[in-house]
């Protein structure tokens, strides 16, 4: 030990101010990593919140959560695709089927309309020339005066029976 109390805390001070140095690095650092995982926990409490809630809601770890939550995606999924995969193959072999065979060429024959339904030109000019030969209206029938009351006197009770407002049945 030194000889007075001064010289011994600055020997103190000299030997362990190293020392300090490094461990308030090393604490400067940890609390660095301390403050970068305190933000990564927080990003990814919002990406993972609905885990961390249903893990507190059934008492369970998020790993049992995460388990059930792939066990999901998987008998809800792969059936699905199954099914999607069955269902293109089925349609892909009807499509086969109903796609005509190539047929060879025909030779196209031109035909006028009326031969189409199996008629002859001389019936379609002989049912024209009946068409336009129609017979002219009959004139109608003069009505006596006495079909003319009779007429007048039946208008006259409708109006009697239907009242001033109704409607007039013609």
Known sequence: ?????????????????????????????????????????????????????LAKIFNTDIDTVVKFFIFILIF?????????????????????????????????INK???EIYGETKDKILKREDIEIKSPEPEPEPE??????EEIEEIEEKKEIMLGKGSIKIV
């Not at 007075?4 to 805390?9: G, M, P």
């Not at 069955?86 to 196209?108: G, V, Y």
């Open 1 to 53: 030990m030194p000889e007075n109390y001064r010289t011994a805390k600055r020997q103190l001070r000299e030997e362990y101010n190293p020392k300090v140095i490094v461990l308030n690095d090393q604490i400067l650092g940890i609390k660095q990593e301390v403050g970068d995982l305190k933000v990564g926990l927080i990003e990814t409490g919002v990406d993972v919140g609905p885990a961390i809630y």
């Open 76 to 108: 809800v999924f792969d059936p699905l695709a199954v099914m999607l995969v069955i269902a293109f193959n089925q349609a892909l072999i009807l499509r086969q089927e109903e796609t005509p065979k190539i047929l060879p060429l025909r030779k196209r």
């Open 112 to 114: 006028n309309w009326w």
């Open 143 to 148: 009505i006596q005066s006495e079909e003319i």
